[in-house]
């Protein structure tokens, strides 16, 4: 069997320019020159890829898996594309995989599992045999999670996990720790407590973003809601996914009917119509796909970084009208692998509301005819529009969508928005949003949500920046919740250090299989370096840039997006990527490689230091060092001899003696700071639990 080539009904691409690409062993997509003919043995239809010298249009006709050709050269494919053909649908070998004694699954298994939305992974600091585990990651559009599936999540980290839940950049939750052994119990416990874990991972629409925000606006509920149909027209509808952890007991859900009619809608040729996946076939996508919806300013989603980014059109009374599209985002690359890279999304058009699904489906459709199967590197949809341009990326898709995209629509500028702290949802309750540092919620932390979402009966969501808002709130529920919540550490935003309110770092070591180095467990310690670093050299404590640490290219915590990026790429070692922006609108480009974690201050300093005294009127970090431009910048890193500081006249008068001062410049030298910054410290720190009710 062979993997899929075209839609299931015919399509006419009435562009002769327009070609379909073939694979070229180590090349990008290239037209092809030759027809392809693939027959089938019985019955089924068969597929004619003619090429422009051969005809002035191009009718494409397949299914789900054609037979394999018996003359022509079959297509390189990589050996997922074969794991998926063989799989029945996602089931085989997983089904089979579950039931032996081992700790572990075979790798044709691990790479199906994915599409359930769980990981393999092993303790990297354990040394000797392998101690095996899975990581679940659940599936919540717009971030949603009901009081009853949070305290079922919470229960399940207990019972089965580490102890620990992690909340993503993509607005889900994961589950760390659990055993082979324990998976279906898990599994089945989520989903008959409204959750899933369906298509958070694996070669197909992940989890779609949307604002985390509960605002009763027009435009941000429709946000919402299209993100939620968005998210049910695009999941799997084999039953793969309850026939491995329910024992294929039905689950009754209640789709609008748009979504419905927009999925079993052939048309225009995108759906395998005999196919249990319509739109998805036997192969599903190339690779995983990521699409984010918002409202005009709210960058809360990174959105430019998605495969799909849809933004609400409305009018002057505030009445949604339709929706801008931008195509092509994403983040991961290779090290050393200049032909992958991360890019930014780029405007594909406007259409009206009610052709949201059809466009999106017909994305969707684009990238799993014509997204590269031969090397996984190269499949994501951003190396399709960067080979074709997006022109003819647009031709291509209005054959699927039927109709011509509309112009795209003047957008006021972005900006990033947190949500933290307390907020009026516009219907009479309150949200509070809290930080949460690199989404670990753990210990008293999540004791004390625990009792506090129990206790007032709150629903909650979780925000791309790695945190959770409360909903629902009365308001004479915000001071006992506003002491219990501080009590355990978390703060209101004012009393948090500004560079960790905006810090992202994924889960790295020691769990991650891919990690070169460390992430979330080393920012901690690089964000106290940088606070000293700013003091150094004389920057306000209010002051802050966007940091964001991964310990691998794949860009999980998006570091291509940020001021200061920090990639592993080496042992203890990070390429260091500057010029995002605070509103998440630039891409930042890689500075300095194989930078030790050791001489980090040797290149941040200077850096800081020149920003301080050479940059203009509110000129982020990001931005002057753009404007700097890095042959510049790399001048001032290798002439640095430290900061030309005037001796402070403010460390005397914060100590009652020169006892006491010269005791506390002692401690401040074993931490690489002096007596000053030390005191401040200190002094910041009581302030802070004194107005949040932790006195000590």
């Given at each position: 069997?062979?993997?899929?080539?075209?839609?299931?009904?015919?399509?006419?691409?009435?562009?002769?320019?327009?070609?379909?690409?073939?694979?070229?062993?180590?090349?990008?997509?290239?037209?092809?020159?030759?027809?392809?003919?693939?027959?089938?043995?019985?019955?089924?239809?068969?597929?004619?890829?003619?090429?422009?010298?051969?005809?002035?249009?191009?009718?494409?006709?397949?299914?789900?898996?054609?037979?394999?050709?018996?003359?022509?050269?079959?297509?390189?494919?990589?050996?997922?594309?074969?794991?998926?053909?063989?799989?029945?649908?996602?089931?085989?070998?997983?089904?089979?995989?579950?039931?032996?004694?081992?700790?572990?699954?075979?790798?044709?298994?691990?790479?199906?599992?994915?599409?359930?939305?769980?990981?393999?992974?092993?303790?990297?600091?354990?040394?000797?045999?392998?101690?095996?585990?899975?990581?679940?990651?659940?599936?919540?559009?717009?971030?949603?999670?009901?009081?009853?599936?949070?305290?079922?999540?919470?229960?399940?980290?207990?019972?089965?996990?580490?102890?620990?839940?992690?909340?993503?950049?993509?607005?889900?939750?994961?589950?760390?720790?659990?055993?082979?052994?324990?998976?279906?119990?898990?599994?089945?416990?989520?989903?008959?407590?409204?959750?899933?874990?369906?298509?958070?991972?694996?070669?197909?629409?992940?989890?779609?973003?949307?604002?985390?925000?509960?605002?009763?606006?027009?435009?941000?509920?429709?946000?919402?809601?299209?993100?939620?149909?968005?998210?049910?027209?695009?999941?799997?509808?084999?039953?793969?996914?309850?026939?491995?952890?329910?024992?294929?007991?039905?689950?009754?859900?209640?789709?609008?009917?748009?979504?419905?009619?927009?999925?079993?809608?052939?048309?225009?040729?995108?759906?395998?119509?005999?196919?249990?996946?319509?739109?998805?076939?036997?192969?599903?996508?190339?690779?995983?796909?990521?699409?984010?919806?918002?409202?005009?300013?709210?960058?809360?989603?990174?959105?430019?970084?998605?495969?799909?980014?849809?933004?609400?059109?409305?009018?002057?009374?505030?009445?949604?009208?339709?929706?801008?599209?931008?195509?092509?985002?994403?983040?991961?690359?290779?090290?050393?692998?200049?032909?992958?890279?991360?890019?930014?999304?780029?405007?594909?058009?406007?259409?009206?509301?009610?052709?949201?699904?059809?466009?999106?489906?017909?994305?969707?459709?684009?990238?799993?005819?014509?997204?590269?199967?031969?090397?996984?590197?190269?499949?994501?949809?951003?190396?399709?529009?960067?080979?074709?341009?997006?022109?003819?990326?647009?031709?291509?898709?209005?054959?699927?969508?039927?109709?011509?995209?509309?112009?795209?629509?003047?957008?006021?500028?972005?900006?990033?928005?947190?949500?933290?702290?307390?907020?009026?949802?516009?219907?009479?309750?309150?949200?509070?949003?809290?930080?949460?540092?690199?989404?670990?919620?753990?210990?008293?932390?999540?004791?004390?949500?625990?009792?506090?979402?129990?206790?007032?009966?709150?629903?909650?969501?979780?925000?791309?920046?790695?945190?959770?808002?409360?909903?629902?709130?009365?308001?004479?529920?915000?001071?006992?919740?506003?002491?219990?919540?501080?009590?355990?550490?978390?703060?209101?935003?004012?009393?948090?250090?500004?560079?960790?309110?905006?810090?992202?770092?994924?889960?790295?070591?020691?769990?991650?299989?891919?990690?070169?180095?460390?992430?979330?467990?080393?920012?901690?310690?690089?964000?106290?370096?940088?606070?000293?670093?700013?003091?150094?050299?004389?920057?306000?404590?209010?002051?802050?840039?966007?940091?964001?640490?991964?310990?691998?290219?794949?860009?999980?915590?998006?570091?291509?997006?940020?001021?200061?990026?920090?990639?592993?790429?080496?042992?203890?070692?990070?390429?260091?990527?500057?010029?995002?922006?605070?509103?998440?609108?630039?891409?930042?480009?890689?500075?300095?490689?194989?930078?030790?974690?050791?001489?980090?201050?040797?290149?941040?300093?200077?850096?800081?230091?020149?920003?301080?005294?050479?940059?203009?009127?509110?000129?982020?970090?990001?931005?002057?060092?753009?404007r700097m431009g890095f042959e510049k910048l790399q001048e001032l890193v290798d002439k640095w001899e430290g900061p030309v500081l005037a001796p402070s006249r403010y460390n005397l008068k914060l100590f009652a003696?020169?006892?006491?001062?010269?005791?506390?410049?002692?401690?401040?030298?074993?931490?690489?700071?002096?007596?000053?910054?030390?005191?401040?410290?200190?002094?910041?720190?009581?302030?802070?639990?004194?107005?949040?009710?932790?006195?000590?």
């Amino acid at each position: 069997m062979t993997t899929s080539f075209g839609a299931a009904n015919t399509v006419l691409l009435k562009d002769p320019k327009l070609q379909i690409p073939s694979f070229v062993h180590g090349g990008l997509l290239r037209p092809s020159s030759n027809s392809l003919a693939l027959t089938t043995a019985t019955r089924r239809r068969h597929t004619h890829l003619l090429s422009s010298s051969s005809s002035s249009s191009h009718v494409i006709r397949a299914v789900s898996t054609p037979a394999r050709p018996s003359t022509a050269t079959e297509t390189k494919r990589s050996k997922v594309e074969i794991i998926k053909e063989q799989s029945n649908y996602i089931r085989y070998p997983l089904n089979e995989e579950l039931l032996t004694d081992a700790p572990n699954i075979n790798e044709a298994a691990t790479q199906v599992i994915k599409f359930h939305g769980s990981y393999q992974q092993y303790n990297r600091d354990d040394r000797g045999a392998r101690n095996y585990s899975f990581m679940l990651r659940t599936k919540n559009p717009c971030g949603k999670v009901s009081n009853r599936l949070y305290l079922t999540m919470d229960d399940l980290a207990d019972q089965f996990g580490i102890g620990t839940l992690r909340l993503t950049t993509r607005q889900t939750f994961q589950l760390h720790g659990v055993l082979k052994k324990d998976l279906k119990t898990v599994m089945s416990t989520l989903i008959k407590n409204m959750g899933s874990t369906l298509g958070a991972c694996g070669d197909l629409n992940r989890n779609v973003l949307a604002p985390a925000a509960p605002f009763t606006r027009k435009d941000y509920q429709f946000a919402q809601q299209t993100a939620e149909n968005i998210a049910a027209l695009l999941t799997p509808q084999s039953g793969f996914y309850y026939d491995v952890w329910v024992d294929g007991e039905q689950v009754m859900t209640a789709e609008p009917p748009e979504v419905v009619k927009a999925r079993n809608d052939n048309s225009h040729g995108t759906n395998f119509p005999e196919s249990a996946e319509p739109i998805y076939g036997t192969q599903f996508l190339p690779r995983k796909f990521k699409i984010a919806v918002t409202v005009p300013t709210d960058n809360s989603v990174d959105i430019l970084t998605n495969d799909i980014g849809v933004v609400v059109v409305t009018d002057d009374e505030g009445e949604p009208q339709g929706f801008n599209i931008y195509v092509g985002g994403g983040m991961g690359r290779t090290h050393r692998l200049e032909t992958t890279f991360p890019r930014l999304g780029e405007p594909l058009g406007f259409v009206p509301k009610e052709d949201i699904l059809y466009a999106v489906k017909a994305i969707v459709v684009t990238q799993r005819e014509h997204g590269r199967r031969d090397d996984r590197k190269y499949s994501r949809m951003k190396y399709l529009i960067d080979s074709w341009g997006i022109e003819k990326f647009r031709s291509v898709v209005e054959q699927y969508y039927g109709k011509k995209f509309e112009s795209f629509r003047e957008l006021p500028e972005w900006e990033f928005k947190s949500y933290l702290g307390w907020h009026e949802q516009g219907d009479g309750s309150l949200f509070c949003g809290l930080h949460v540092d690199n989404g670990r919620i753990k210990g008293k932390m999540k004791t004390t949500l625990r009792e506090i979402i129990e206790k007032y009966d709150l629903s909650v969501r979780l925000t791309p920046n790695q945190n959770i808002i409360l909903c629902d709130i009365r308001n004479s529920w915000k001071r006992p919740i506003t002491t219990a919540l501080a009590q355990a550490g978390l703060l209101h935003p004012r009393y948090v250090d500004p560079l960790n309110l905006t810090a992202m770092a994924c889960p790295a070591f020691p769990l991650c299989p891919l990690a070169i180095t460390e992430a979330e467990r080393g920012i901690p310690d690089i964000l106290k370096r940088v606070r000293a670093t700013f003091e150094k050299v004389g920057l306000k404590y209010s002051e802050s840039v966007v940091i964001r640490i991964t310990g691998c290219p794949n860009g999980c915590a998006r570091p291509y997006m940020a001021e200061l990026g920090l990639v592993g790429d080496g042992p203890n070692s990070y390429q260091i990527w500057l010029g995002g922006n605070p509103s998440q609108t630039s891409l930042a480009r890689a500075f300095m490689n194989k930078v030790k974690l050791q001489d980090l201050e040797k290149v941040l300093e200077p850096l800081f230091y020149n920003w301080k005294r050479r940059r203009q009127s509110k000129e982020s970090f990001g931005d002057f060092t753009t404007r700097m431009g890095f042959e510049k910048l790399q001048e001032l890193v290798d002439k640095w001899e430290g900061p030309v500081l005037a001796p402070s006249r403010y460390n005397l008068k914060l100590f009652a003696d020169k006892e006491t001062y010269e005791a506390v410049d002692q401690l401040a030298k074993l931490q690489n700071k002096n007596a000053h910054q030390l005191a401040m410290e200190v002094i910041r720190n009581f302030v802070a639990s004194q107005q949040n009710g932790k006195g000590e």
